[in-house]
Every structure is written in structure tokens, then in C-alpha cells.
């Protein structure tokens, strides 16, 4: 059987119409696409309607809020309080302020127990404000308290026609009064007290004040004590005394005294606390009081004259002794210092003992060198000649005597030096002129100080046993140009 060989012409319109249809997709296909594009539309409605739900719903919240809390969000009609042109607090009413100074005006009576009047006036100007910002009652209260200036019959006291000060009532001035007397009369024993007054004339009068003015009973009182507001302190540290402590700050003892009246000058202690300004009290308190004390009489001298001392030379042949006598006495002080005193009556106790001394009728030679010695310690024992001695060198001589005995210049001229000069303990260096100086050691006591001029002869140290030394005696050297020589040499 012959097979047929058949072909067949392509269309291209046919065969593009076919690949078309091969992409779309299947009836199933199509079903499940309709029904999501449908639940899609469904779904977009709801978000639309829910939006717009909300809108309407924050409008109408936002309405409402608006119409009560108008004021909190936008500022509105109110008055602003102000006291010389500054501004204190923001009020919706100006009849509050009337109010609310009423009542300050009742409470400041009832606290007072006067007729007050309130000086100063609030200035009311429209502004705007939000709720927030406008003051309660309690706190436009409160603010009005603080700022308002008010007049009150005060009690002043006036101390010789001029006022010093202001306090609420008579009782208050009075207690005052009684306290600035009671600083100046406390250490007093009350039963010793015949009188008490002021130098000054002292009133208390009813005055018209300010508020401002008032004082308080314990600032007056102190303002009066001082005299001033001002105030100056010191703390006591180790080693100081009044007369340092005053010298230190350009004071006298007695103002240091004066400034600290409670305090006992003798007896400071580490931390206490000093006073430094003077006080000029505007009201002196004067006491007069009867005083009963043992008190120290003094005793004469008695001087002998002798031909073979000098002028001005002294030896004391008899110390003089204070008597002891009770005294009875009416002391009149003021502000705590004595200003007169009458003796009553005295009771000698013990009698003073009279000073006896002895002293020359001789001129004293010139004050310069003469270039000549003499021995500065008549009457000694030589103990320690100059040069070697136990290894060592000695630089002078050592010369024995009892404690006390007088010690002369060995010749005239100029004091160097006289105090403490460590292991001579006390000791004078004199400058004689000719490259010659002389010194005095171990001494008890030293009668010159430095740059004195002195004559040979001439007691200037008394024998100790100051320093380094084993016993009572005098170091005596001399010195040309600086280079110690032997003293025996040139004693004469």
C-alpha cells in the first residue's frame, strides 16, 4: 500500500494565537485567582471603613477634650500681680488679690496683737495664661505674704534722743534692756551689788514702723552690747596669749580686754574663740558695788651710800616684801572696767618689809675701752685655767664663786651680744675697741642687753651655772682680732 506523504503549510497568526493560549492559565487556575482578587477587595474595605471609623471617633475625642480643657492647651484671658513692676503669679480673678490681702492683714494683727497696715500696692494687668499657669488661692497667698511691706506700732529704744533699734512690743524692749545690763553685771555677785544704771538716758517709745524694721530681742541686744553689726573672730591656737594675740592684730591688751569681757585674760585654753572688735556700746551700764579683798601694800627702800661704788651701781642688802591688808571698798565700773574706787576701811594683815640697798656716791668711769683688764670676779677661785684640758682646748678661765655673785665688765665698751648662746648658756660679748672683745658665761642672770655701752667695773651678769657646766662659776675670755689670747695675761 502507498504511503501518503502529506504536509501542511504553517500559519504564523495561527501558531502565535496558539502559544497565547498555552500561557494562560487553566479554568481551575482562573477559579482560584477570582475568588482571592474577590477576598482581597473584601479585605481593603474593611482597613478603609476601620480608618475612617478612627478619624471620626479621635475627631470627635478631640473636640470634646477641647471643649473642657480649653485653657490647658491654649493661653487665655487672665490677670498678672506684679509688685514694682515684676511679676509674682498669674490669676483669672483680680478680686482674689483683695481677698487674700484681707486676710493677710487679719493674720498679721492676730500675730502681732497691733493695727497693721500694709504699705506697699500690687499692681493687676491683663495677660494671658493656661490653667496651668494660674496661682491657687493658698499660693497667691502665700506669694503675697512674702512680698508685701507692712507698718505695725513697734516699740523703739532711743538711747540720748537717737533710735538704735526696733522690736515688736514694750515687753520685748524691756527684755532688752535687761539683757545688755545682765552681759555687763553676770560675773557680779548679786548680793555685793549696791546700784546699777546707765550713763546714758535710755527710752522706750510706741513708733510707727516697717516690717522690715523689727529686730529681733537677740540682734538688738548684741548691736547695743557692740556697737556695730560687724563681726571679727579668733580661735586660740597653741602658744598664744592676749599680748600676742593683740600685738598680732594691732590691738592694745586692754582693747583685747574690752572685746572678750567674759573671758579671763590669764587663763586662755587651745579653740577658744576671741573677739576682735572693740566694742563701743551704745549703752554703758555703770555698777556700783561693795568689794571686800585682800589687797598688796607696797613696801619702801632705804638706800645707804657708800664711797667705793659707783653711782649707778646697786646691790639689795634686804629685799623688800609686800604688806597684806583687807580693804573694804565701794567700786564703781563701767561696762566691767574700774572708774573709781572709795576706800571704806583697812585691815592690815601683814606689814610691808622695807627694801634696804646699797649704792655709790662715785661718778662711773667712760663707757669705752681703756685697754687695760681687771678681774670681772674678785674674790673667786680659779677652777679651770686657759689651754689644754682633758684632750681638749680650753678657750678661757674658769673662776668659782657662790651663785649669784656679781660679775664686772673686765673693761668699757659696746654689748655685742647678751642672751642664750647654747652651751654657754647665758653670756654677754663686749667689744672694747683695739681688736679686743671679752665674753661672760654660764651666768644666772645678764643686767645689759645688746649695744649698751658699759664702763670697766661695771656689774653687768650675775654667776650661774647655766649651759654646760658642773657647778656655779664664770667662763671668762678675751679675744684680739678674733683669736682667743690667755686672760691672765692681761687682768691686772
Not at 82 to 108: F, H, M, Q, S, Y
Not at 148 to 160: K, L, W
Amino acid at each position: 500500500m502507498k504511503k501518503l506523504n502529506l504536509q501542511f503549510k504553517t500559519n504564523p497568526t495561527i501558531n502565535k494565537t496558539v502559544e497565547i493560549f498555552k500561557q494562560l492559565p487553566s479554568i481551575k487556575e482562573r477559579q482560584v485567582f477570582q475568588k482571592f482578587n474577590s477576598l482581597n477587595k473584601q479585605v481593603k474595605g474593611a482597613i478603609v471603613l476601620t480608618c475612617a471609623t478612627t478619624l471620626v471617633l479621635s475627631g470627635t475625642y478631640t473636640l470634646k477634650y477641647l471643649d473642657t480643657h480649653e485653657n490647658n492647651v491654649f493661653s487665655t484671658d487672665s490677670f498678672s500681680v506684679l509688685a514694682e513692676g515684676k511679676e509674682l503669679c498669674k490669676i483669672r480673678d483680680p478680686e482674689l488679690v483683695d481677698a487674700a490681702l484681707e486676710e493677710l492683714e487679719k493674720n498679721l494683727e492676730t500675730q502681732y496683737q497691733h493695727d497693721i497696715s500694709i504699705e506697699n500696692s500690687f499692681e493687676i494687668q491683663p495677660s494671658k495664661a493656661k490653667d496651668k499657669e494660674i496661682a491657687t488661692e493658698e499660693q497667691l497667698y502665700d506669694i503675697l505674704a512674702d512680698n508685701a511691706d507692712y507698718s505695725i506700732m513697734a516699740y523703739a529704744i532711743s538711747v540720748n534722743g537717737n533710735q538704735v533699734g526696733l522690736v515688736n512690743s514694750e515687753q520685748e524692749a524691756n527684755t532688752v534692756l535687761t539683757e545688755v545690763t545682765n552681759y555687763f553685771t553676770q560675773s557680779y555677785v548679786e548680793e555685793s551689788i549696791i546700784d546699777v544704771e546707765t550713763e546714758e538716758t535710755v527710752k522706750i517709745e510706741q513708733v510707727n514702723a516697717s516690717s522690715t524694721e523689727i529686730q529681733s530681742v537677740e540682734e538688738l541686744v548684741n548691736y547695743i552690747i557692740k556697737g556695730t553689726e560687724e563681726e571679727q573672730k579668733y580661735v586660740v591656737e597653741q602658744g598664744d596669749t592676749y599680748w600676742t594675740i593683740a600685738q598680732y592684730f594691732n590691738m592694745t591688751l586692754d582693747e583685747l580686754i574690752s572685746a572678750n569681757p567674759n573671758s579671763d585674760s590669764e587663763h586662755i585654753q587651745i579653740g577658744d574663740e576671741l573677739n576682735l572688735v572693740v566694742p563701743k556700746p551704745f549703752i554703758n551700764v555703770q555698777v556700783k558695788r561693795k568689794v571686800t579683798q585682800e589687797e598688796k601694800t607696797p613696801f619702801e627702800t632705804e638706800y645707804q651710800y657708800v664711797s667705793y661704788m659707783y653711782n649707778d651701781e646697786q646691790v639689795v642688802e634686804r629685799k623688800g616684801e609686800y604688806g597684806v591688808s583687807e580693804i573694804e571698798s565701794i567700786v564703781t565700773e563701767e561696762n566691767g572696767i574700774q572708774i573709781a574706787k572709795e576706800v571704806v576701811s583697812e585691815k592690815v594683815i601683814t606689814q610691808p618689809t622695807t627694801e634696804i640697798v646699797t649704792t655709790g656716791t662715785q661718778d662711773p668711769p667712760p663707757r669705752i675701752g681703756t685697754g687695760t683688764f681687771i678681774n670681772p670676779l674678785p674674790g673667786a677661785t680659779i677652777s679651770s685655767r686657759f689651754g689644754s684640758r682633758s684632750g681638749g682646748f680650753h678657750r678661757g678661765i674658769d673662776m668659782a664663786k657662790s651663785p649669784g655673785s656679781s660679775i664686772k665688765a673686765a673693761d668699757g665698751g659696746t654689748v655685742i651680744s647678751a642672751g642664750w648662746d647654747g652651751s654657754y648658756g647665758y653670756s654677754i660679748l663686749i667689744n672694747h675697741g683695739g681688736g679686743f672683745t671679752s665674753r661672760y658665761a654660764h651666768c644666772s642672770a645678764i643686767y645689759v642687753s645688746a649695744g649698751d655701752k658699759v664702763y670697766q667695773g661695771q656689774i653687768i651678769a650675775a654667776v650661774g651655772s647655766t649651759g654646760v657646766s658642773t657647778g656655779p662659776h664664770l667662763h671668762f675670755e678675751i679675744m684680739k682680732y678674733g683669736s682667743v689670747v690667755n686672760p691672765a695675761s692681761y687682768i691686772y
